[in-house]
């Protein structure tokens, strides 16, 4: 009978090293093989906690992940334990992992985890907004129009929605989400969490990205509220504003989209209508 091995998910500290826990530094000593996203991150992180791993260390990264994937499930066939790890936080979720895990589905081996802090969550739970219902978009897109089309089709989202940014792009995302959603929507910035220099600044999305244009530095997960809207403008008049946003220079798609947010009605009613 074959020997099946074991894949391991292991969450790695999103700042401070001290949130490694027991079970992650045990699970990389009796690895046989890590594959890590920056091989250099990993083996520094080693250092920094103190713990020492026999295990071959392997890079599995968004460049080479395609062609890494076979030669790890072969591993795993040959009843290897296989850890992945990121540079930060759970593998998969914005970061390589999905293909290995489902592959490694597909092969009938063994799948766990080793859960670790989430910077997901702990941004969620120290922003200030609601935490009963929320949902994960990871990072829009880098362009202003898809980012703005991608906003446009969250607008009447009524979870919390939670985002991951690059510091240089911060504060244009902000500024179309304020266009999109409206500058008074709340949101948070979490900024470097567990770490040192640790910022959360909360505020309505305008002020959020007037602040963000001075620049920002860090890791940075943003939380923005989700849709309250109400039906209160009749048609016409939503129709109207559509009208006038566009009139002042705004995309329709952009305008409908925020107008939908804060009146209730159907965006592409709005967008067709305000053609008329």
């Known amino acids: 009978m074959e020997t099946q091995g074991l894949l391991v998910l292991a969450g790695m500290p999103i700042g401070d090293v001290e949130d490694a826990s027991p079970a992650l530094l045990r699970t990389l000593a009796t690895a046989d093989v890590v594959a890590a996203e920056d091989t250099r991150r990993f083996q520094a992180f080693l250092v920094r906690a103190g713990a020492t791993s026999e295990a071959r260390v392997v890079s599995y990264f968004e460049g080479n992940e395609a062609a890494r994937t076979g030669d790890l499930v072969a591993l795993l066939r040959e009843g290897r334990t296989v850890v992945l790890v990121t540079d930060a936080g759970m593998p998969s979720v914005s970061d390589p992992g999905y293909r290995l895990v489902a592959a490694a589905i ?38 202003s129009g898809a980012r703005r089309a991608a906003l446009a089709e969250l607008a009447t989202e009524r979870r919390t929605m939670v985002f991951f940014e690059a510091p240089h792009r911060l504060a244009e995302m902000l500024a179309d989400a304020a266009s999109v959603l409206g500058a008074d929507r709340a949101g948070a910035v ?30 940075v997960t943003v939380v923005i509220a989700g849709s309250s809207s109400r039906e209160r403008l009749p048609l016409s008049e939503a129709l109207e504003e559509v009208r006038r946003r566009v009139a002042a220079g705004e995309k329709r798609s952009a305008a409908a989209a925020a107008v939908a947010a804060s009146s209730g009605h159907d965006r592409h009613d709005l967008y067709d209508g305000s053609r008329a």
């Open 190 to 219: 979490c900024r470097e969490l567990t770490k040192t220099y640790e910022e959360v600044r909360r505020g309505g999305l305008g002020d959020l990205a007037a602040w963000a244009a001075g620049g920002v530095l860090g890791e």
């Open 106 to 143: 597909e092969a009938g081996i063994r799948v766990t985890a080793v859960p670790g802090p989430s910077a997901v969550l702990t941004a969620l739970a120290l922003s200030g907004l609601a935490t009963d219902r929320f949902c994960f978009e990871g990072f829009l897109a880098r362009k």
